[in-house]
Protein backbone atom coordinates (compact mmCIF):
# COMPACT_ATOMS: atom_id res chain seq x y z
CA UNK A 1 0.00 0.00 0.00
CA UNK A 2 1.59 3.71 -1.06
CA UNK A 3 -0.27 6.48 -0.09
CA UNK A 4 1.62 9.44 0.66
CA UNK A 5 -0.72 11.30 3.20
CA UNK A 6 0.41 8.93 5.49
CA UNK A 7 3.42 8.88 7.65
CA UNK A 8 4.03 5.22 7.65
CA UNK A 9 3.32 2.67 5.19
CA UNK A 10 1.40 -0.42 5.32
CA UNK A 11 3.16 -3.65 4.21
CA UNK A 12 7.03 -1.52 4.96
CA UNK A 13 9.70 -3.44 6.96
CA UNK A 14 10.62 -2.65 10.15
CA UNK A 15 13.98 -1.50 9.63
CA UNK A 16 12.73 1.79 8.50
CA UNK A 17 12.34 2.93 11.95
CA UNK A 18 14.24 0.73 13.89
CA UNK A 19 16.49 3.61 15.32
CA UNK A 20 13.51 5.65 16.14
CA UNK A 21 11.16 2.30 18.06
CA UNK A 22 11.40 2.03 21.93
CA UNK A 23 10.03 -1.73 22.14
CA UNK A 24 6.29 -1.99 24.88
CA UNK A 25 6.22 -4.39 26.79
CA UNK A 26 2.67 -5.63 26.68
CA UNK A 27 1.51 -6.38 22.84
CA UNK A 28 -1.69 -4.88 21.48
CA UNK A 29 -2.12 -7.85 19.07
CA UNK A 30 -1.25 -11.40 20.38
CA UNK A 31 1.98 -12.75 18.46
CA UNK A 32 2.68 -9.27 17.27
CA UNK A 33 5.57 -6.75 18.59
CA UNK A 34 4.39 -3.11 18.90
CA UNK A 35 7.14 -0.87 19.63
CA UNK A 36 6.14 3.31 20.43
CA UNK A 37 7.68 6.27 17.87
CA UNK A 38 9.60 8.06 19.67
CA UNK A 39 9.99 11.07 17.08
CA UNK A 40 7.56 14.36 16.77
CA UNK A 41 5.55 14.08 13.10
CA UNK A 42 2.85 15.76 11.61
CA UNK A 43 -0.13 14.43 10.64
CA UNK A 44 -2.80 16.30 8.49
CA UNK A 45 -1.50 19.41 10.30
CA UNK A 46 -1.82 17.76 14.29
CA UNK A 47 0.84 16.46 16.16
CA UNK A 48 -0.40 13.13 17.34
CA UNK A 49 0.40 12.61 21.37
CA UNK A 50 1.28 8.91 21.33
CA UNK A 51 2.08 6.92 17.51
CA UNK A 52 2.30 3.41 18.26
CA UNK A 53 3.54 0.65 15.03
CA UNK A 54 2.97 -2.79 15.68
CA UNK A 55 4.71 -5.72 13.53
CA UNK A 56 4.11 -9.18 12.49
CA UNK A 57 7.50 -10.87 11.47
CA UNK A 58 8.90 -7.13 10.93
CA UNK A 59 6.10 -6.05 8.59
CA UNK A 60 4.41 -3.06 9.55
CA UNK A 61 0.79 -4.21 10.00
CA UNK A 62 -0.71 -1.70 12.10
CA UNK A 63 -0.18 2.39 13.00
CA UNK A 64 -2.21 3.59 16.08
CA UNK A 65 -2.27 7.71 16.86
CA UNK A 66 -3.78 9.04 19.89
CA UNK A 67 -4.51 12.88 19.35
CA UNK A 68 -6.12 15.52 21.80
CA UNK A 69 -7.89 17.97 20.74
CA UNK A 70 -8.56 21.35 22.90
CA UNK A 71 -11.88 22.35 21.61
CA UNK A 72 -14.74 20.31 19.80
CA UNK A 73 -14.50 22.94 16.99
CA UNK A 74 -10.57 21.67 16.79
CA UNK A 75 -11.55 18.19 16.62
CA UNK A 76 -14.53 18.51 13.46
CA UNK A 77 -11.83 20.60 11.58
CA UNK A 78 -9.94 17.98 11.79
CA UNK A 79 -12.05 15.39 10.70
CA UNK A 80 -13.50 17.64 7.66
CA UNK A 81 -9.94 17.00 6.53
CA UNK A 82 -10.01 13.56 7.05
CA UNK A 83 -13.28 13.63 4.69
CA UNK A 84 -11.37 15.89 2.13
CA UNK A 85 -8.08 13.47 2.01
CA UNK A 86 -9.74 9.80 2.39
CA UNK A 87 -13.01 8.17 1.32
CA UNK A 88 -15.63 7.47 4.21
CA UNK A 89 -16.99 4.72 4.06
CA UNK A 90 -20.98 4.15 5.04
CA UNK A 91 -19.30 1.56 8.08
CA UNK A 92 -19.58 4.32 10.15
CA UNK A 93 -21.23 4.66 13.24
CA UNK A 94 -21.39 6.55 16.43
CA UNK A 95 -18.01 5.56 18.09
CA UNK A 96 -15.74 4.63 15.20
CA UNK A 97 -15.82 6.76 11.71
CA UNK A 98 -13.66 4.68 9.21
CA UNK A 99 -12.58 5.45 5.57
CA UNK A 100 -11.39 3.10 3.15
CA UNK A 101 -7.86 3.44 1.51
CA UNK A 102 -6.41 1.23 -0.91
CA UNK A 103 -5.56 -2.55 -0.98
CA UNK A 104 -8.19 -3.40 1.74
CA UNK A 105 -6.54 -0.98 4.01
CA UNK A 106 -9.03 0.72 6.49
CA UNK A 107 -8.32 4.24 8.75
CA UNK A 108 -10.63 3.86 11.68
CA UNK A 109 -11.00 7.28 13.76
CA UNK A 110 -11.92 5.95 17.46
CA UNK A 111 -13.69 8.82 19.33
CA UNK A 112 -13.30 8.33 22.61
CA UNK A 113 -15.96 9.53 25.19
CA UNK A 114 -15.61 12.11 27.62
CA UNK A 115 -13.17 13.99 26.16
CA UNK A 116 -11.44 15.90 22.17
CA UNK A 117 -9.45 12.62 22.29
CA UNK A 118 -9.28 10.24 19.35
CA UNK A 119 -7.54 7.11 18.24
CA UNK A 120 -6.71 7.02 15.07
CA UNK A 121 -5.53 3.36 13.48
CA UNK A 122 -4.94 1.93 10.05
CA UNK A 123 -3.92 -1.29 8.98
CA UNK A 124 -5.84 -4.55 7.63
CA UNK A 125 -9.78 -4.30 9.03
CA UNK A 126 -8.89 -8.04 10.76
CA UNK A 127 -6.24 -6.48 12.36
CA UNK A 128 -8.46 -3.35 12.96
CA UNK A 129 -10.91 -5.63 14.72
CA UNK A 130 -8.25 -7.43 17.02
CA UNK A 131 -7.15 -3.84 18.98
CA UNK A 132 -10.82 -2.80 18.90
CA UNK A 133 -14.16 -5.10 18.79
CA UNK A 134 -17.00 -3.20 17.79
Keep these: MKNN ?3 F ?3 NHYENWEFDLEPKEKERILGFDSYIY ?8 V ?3 YVELIFSWDILKVVLFTVDFKTKQ ?8 LDIEFRKSNKSNLIVDKYELANSIE ?3 VNLPTSYRVEILY ?3 KYLRDIYTL
Design 38 to 45: FRELLFLG
Design 9 to 11: QIG
Design 123 to 125: GEP
Design 47 to 49: IPR
Design 5 to 7: KLP
Design 107 to 109: LWV
Design 74 to 81: DLEIFKDS
